[in-house]
């Protein structure tokens, strides 16, 4: 059974641009969550979706913003790219809807650069 | 509001040493606490968990955590460190305080080393 994949896994951008990272999560799981880890901040979360609808938001400007399609894969978007988002950009799922009762399986995330 | 608070950004231990990691944290409600780990150029892992079962929690690769209450500790430990476990750890408890969310708020991590 394949695992959570992210895609890409290496990512290089200029400040101004915007980036679309994607997230495909494992076969029948349904919630689908991003984190941002940075070696400043740690490993904070940006968004949290079920079933198409965003159930949480982190902390996050609004040049941040994220969506889950039909299949559950998700992407997520960030706009007018700033150095500070040089980050790890890493998915989680899991089959339901959470309660974290079940558990996370994690991607190995996408390195993005801003130069 | 949850938060965790891990205790020592770098522990180093010999090969065949206790590795004990400290972890405390800070929950209005009944908290659901995690250890993750992570290798270098990878995402996380789940080691274990504690969702107000058992107070001793067994995970995988000989890892345990005893949750304290009294002490608002979850204290990772395992009896003998393999080179194959420095990695970097992170504590984590449950924002959502059970409500369905998968919501995590991480501690800033604690980088293990082995020495042979």
């Known amino acids: 059974k394949a695992g959570v994949t992210q895609t890409p896994r290496y990512l290089i951008k200029t400040r101004g641009q915007q980036v679309t990272l994607s997230c495909s999560p494992i076969?029948?799981?349904?919630?689908v969550s991003w984190y941002q880890q940075t070696p400043g901040q740690g490993l904070q979360f940006l968004f949290e979706?079920?079933?198409?609808?965003?159930?949480n938001k982190g902390n996050f400007p609004g040049r941040f913003s994220g969506r889950q399609f039909s299949n559950s894969r998700s992407e997520m978007n960030v706009s007018t790219l700033e150095l500070g988002d040089s980050a790890l950009y890493l998915c989680?799922?899991?089959?339901?809807?959470?309660?974290?009762?079940?558990?996370?399986?994690f991607g190995s995330g996408t390195q993005l650069s801003v130069l | 509001a949850q938060s965790v608070t891990q205790l020592g950004s770098h522990v180093s231990v010999s090969e065949g040493a206790l590795v004990l990691l400290r972890c405390n944290y800070s929950?209005?409600?009944?908290?659901?606490l995690f250890w993750y780990v992570q290798y270098p150029n990878q995402g996380l892992q789940l080691l274990l968990k504690?969702?107000?079962?058992?107070?001793l929690v067994k995970g995988i690769n000989g890892f345990e955590a005893e949750f304290k209450k009294s002490e608002t500790s979850f204290h990772l430990t395992k009896p003998s460190a393999h080179m194959s476990d420095a990695a970097e750890y992170f504590c984590?408890?449950?924002?959502?305080?059970?409500?369905?969310?998968?919501?995590?708020?991480f501690g800033t991590g604690t980088l293990l080393a082995v020495q042979p």
């Open positions: 989680a799922s899991s089959r339901g809807e959470g309660a974290l009762s079940e558990k996370l399986f």
């Open positions: 076969s029948g799981h349904r919630s």
């Open positions: 979706y079920f079933s198409e609808t965003q159930r």
């Open positions: 929950s209005s409600v009944p908290p659901y």
């Open positions: 504690y969702t107000s079962a058992a107070t």
């Open positions: 984590a408890v449950g924002a959502g305080g059970g409500g369905a969310t998968n919501k995590l708020i």
